[in-house]
């Protein structure tokens, strides 16, 4: 596609379960970022992944989350046992590559997840 | 920790006033962006200063990058209702750092 897309556009959910976000790059790009933006953090970086290397998980708040990337292409964020705080909007991004001045990541538009 | 801190956090001007949005940082950048946010849509790049000092035009704004890399500005001349959006400021790194952003309306 033209741009990053994402999916679901929202989802609600109970507490104590368990979501899968979806997070389709642009073509080409090697580099695939994972935000969370909330009203009280502002937008905060989860992970990212460039090419083959090993992901950096620096940014996730809990090892209920987690990420995946198959094929360099699309990305799955899971959060297990979903919390309340957990309530968001879940950003993903790609670039040509991680790093570097210039670099520019195209966002898409944000998968908002509600936990009930 | 918060690495960024934008201010004013809210800004409601009437069209055609002039406004200034500011970025602080504890920490030197590389380079640092300025993106702009829609409801419902993902943030949009503006522009990208690497040199301190630095100063970039977009049509009527203007972004500043202090001369040690630690803080930036940006200037809206004669806002109009089309400029109403969220700002955010970005610290370049693998990621980006975020600050939490500046909501501005303009009306007519």
């Known amino acids: 596609g033209a741009g990053v897309s994402q999916s679901p556009s929202n989802k609600v959910t109970e507490k104590g379960k368990d979501v899968e976000l979806r997070c389709d790059p642009i073509?080409?790009?090697?580099?695939l970022y994972w935000y969370r933006q909330s009203l009280g953090q502002g937008l905060e970086f989860l992970i990212y992944?460039?090419?083959?290397?090993?992901?950096?998980k620096s940014g996730l708040p809990s090892d209920r989350f987690s990420a995946e990337r198959t094929g360099g292409s699309v990305s799955t964020l899971t959060i297990q046992r979903t919390q309340q705080e957990d309530s968001a909007v879940y950003l993903c991004?790609?670039?040509?590559?991680?790093?570097?001045?210039?670099?520019?990541?195209?966002f898409g538009p944000g998968t908002r997840l509600t936990v009930l | 920790t918060q690495l960024l801190e934008q201010s004013p956090q809210f800004l409601s001007i009437q069209e055609g006033e002039n406004l200034t949005v500011y970025c602080n940082s504890s920490?030197?950048?590389?380079?640092l962006q300025w993106y702009r946010q829609e409801p419902g849509e993902g943030p949009v790049l503006l522009v990208t200063?690497?040199?301190?000092?630095e100063v970039k035009k977009l049509k009527r704004l203007t972004f500043q990058f202090g001369d040690a890399r630690k803080d930036s500005s940006l200037h809206i001349t004669a806002a109009q209702p089309g400029d109403t959006g969220l700002y955010l400021c970005?610290?370049?790194?693998?990621?980006?750092?975020f600050g939490k952003g500046t909501t501005l309306s303009v009306s007519s």
């Open positions: 991004a790609s670039s040509w590559r991680a790093g570097g001045s210039y670099n520019e990541q195209f």
């Open positions: 073509s080409g790009h090697t580099a």
């Open positions: 992944f460039q090419g083959n290397s090993a992901p950096d």
């Open positions: 920490s030197v950048f590389s380079s």
């Open positions: 200063v690497v040199t301190g000092g």
């Open positions: 970005a610290g370049v790194q693998a990621a980006l750092i």
